[in-house]
């Protein structure tokens, strides 16, 4: 993950560093910008073996403080240099372990302010908990009303990894209630021995600069006495529905063309519709299967090649399929919050199904052979109606209050909808 030139800038255009890593050697390097990264040029200084690895590791002194740089070889002006990935200032521990770290994100003071549809508030001196994820121990995490940063700490050093798959979660989860994307712009981390280390780089993102949006339009606020509810439950989805969170902010982090976002949050729908968070319905109930199932047990003189497709045929009466499925996750949302986000279920699912099932079995598109994905308005229609559907059924599930989903559900809706007036999906704005 790299240091991003526009982040951080040097105090001097030259450094002194001292090679901590082998295919590097001490020296004087140049401080050189290149496609918005930093790249240190010193001739001769760095070299590449084939087996070797990628990584430099140098130690530096940046206004009297150490520093630690960490890089890649990377060809400059017919040499080697080194493409800065990572500056620690404070520091030149290289396995250094810390008990705390402070992040600033974009956007994290809308989401930390108070609106009355929050229901009760939380106490905002408490702190939270965000649950232990892949190998890493649960931590506390500090998140004030109206903060702009969060702090996490440890019950015993951790390497700045750790601390990174917390905030990484909880970045996510922020890109998702703003519905646009969340950059880290800052990190301080604290070690064992009170000293503070400033991270720069390690961002899989520069910084968005986005307008934020108020309060009121975010998806969900960190403020309700609901909030450790709605941190346990996206932790859970983190760890047990892989990769829909993933794909959740990358939707918002790099949308990419049209039909590879709407195929994207179809995947994202498909894997809630499956997990267990519905109670989808078999083809036919049981009363209605029962008068077919009875008939093929009355076929008498049957070879064990017609005995297989009598089980298969048994089998499929009782198979779960995905439009009820999809049917289900619909309506575990109320009717009348679907009325307030303008989705008109009922048209968007026959059109999501036949979007999802022109990819999955090749299936025909529109009356008239039209394939849907040559109608590129119906198509941003399905995408933009995914996300809502997406939104509601996830933020239902993590517990944020009923009155918060009703809001959630009319700015969903004005935002999206009059976007797409000319498609059946979105209903008319009401004068």
């Known amino acids: 993950m790299p240091l991003y030139a526009s982040t951080f800038q040097w105090p001097d255009p030259a450094i002194d560093f001292v090679s901590l890593s082998s295919g590097a050697r001490d020296g004087i390097a140049e401080l050189v910008a290149r496609s918005d990264r930093w790249i240190l040029k010193a001739p001769g200084n760095f070299s590449g073996v084939t087996g070797q690895p990628g990584q430099r590791t140098l130690s530096t002194t940046l206004d009297g403080e150490p520093a630690l740089i960490r890089g890649s070889v990377f060809a400059i002006d017919g040499d080697l240099g080194l493409r800065v990935d990572e500056l620690r200032i404070g520091s030149v521990e290289m396995d250094a372990e810390y008990v705390s770290a402070t992040a600033n994100f974009e956007h994290l003071a809308s989401a930390c302010t108070y609106r009355p549809e929050d229901g009760a508030a939380r106490d905002a001196h408490q702190a939270l908990v965000f649950p232990a994820l892949d190998d890493v121990a649960e931590m506390r995490a500090e998140l004030p009303c ?12 951790v ?3 750790a601390f990174e798959t917390q905030l990484t979660t909880f970045q996510d989860l922020l890109t998702f209630a703003a519905d646009q994307p969340c950059s880290r712009t800052s990190l301080t981390l604290t070690d064992r021995s009170g000293n503070d280390v400033r991270v720069f780089g390690r961002d899989k993102y520069k910084p968005f600069n986005g307008k934020t949006r108020k309060p009121i339009e975010f998806s969900l606020r960190f403020v309700s006495d609901q909030t450790q509810r709605v941190i346990d439950g996206w932790w859970k989805a983190r760890d047990e529905l892989l990769p829909v969170t993933q794909i959740i902010a990358g939707l918002r982090y790099q949308p990419g063309y049209v039909e590879a976002d709407a195929v994207l ?26 008068p077919i199932v009875a008939a093929l047990n009355s076929l008498d003189g049957t070879n064990q090649a017609q005995r297989d497709a009598i089980a298969r045929l048994k089998g499929e009466l009782h198979r779960t399929t995905f439009r ?3 049917e289900s996750l619909i309506e575990d949302i109320a009717p009348e919050k679907w009325g307030l986000s303008r989705v008109r279920t009922d048209e968007w699912i026959k059109l999501f199904l036949k979007a999802r099932n022109g990819i999955a079995h090749a299936a025909p598109g529109l009356p008239g052979g039209v394939s849907i994905w040559k109608e590129s308005e119906l198509l941003r229609s399905i995408r933009d109606a995914n996300w809502i559907v997406i939104t509601l059924v996830l933020i239902a599930q993590l517990g944020v209050p009923d009155a918060a989903i009703d809001r959630v559900a009319e700015r ?10 000319e498609t059946p999906i979105f209903a008319p704005r009401e004068h």
Do not use: F, M, N
């Open 146 to 157: 109206r903060a702009t940063a969060i702090t996490l700490s440890a019950d015993a050093p």
């Open 324 to 326: 009820s499925k999809v």
């Open 159 to 161: 390497p700045l990894e």
């Open 265 to 290: 949050s179809a995947a994202a729908i498909e894997a809630l519709a499956t997990a267990g968070l519905c109670d989808p319905r078999p083809l036919l109930s049981q009363e209605d299967a029962e």
């Open 412 to 421: 969903l809706g004005t935002r999206y909808g009059i976007r797409h007036q």
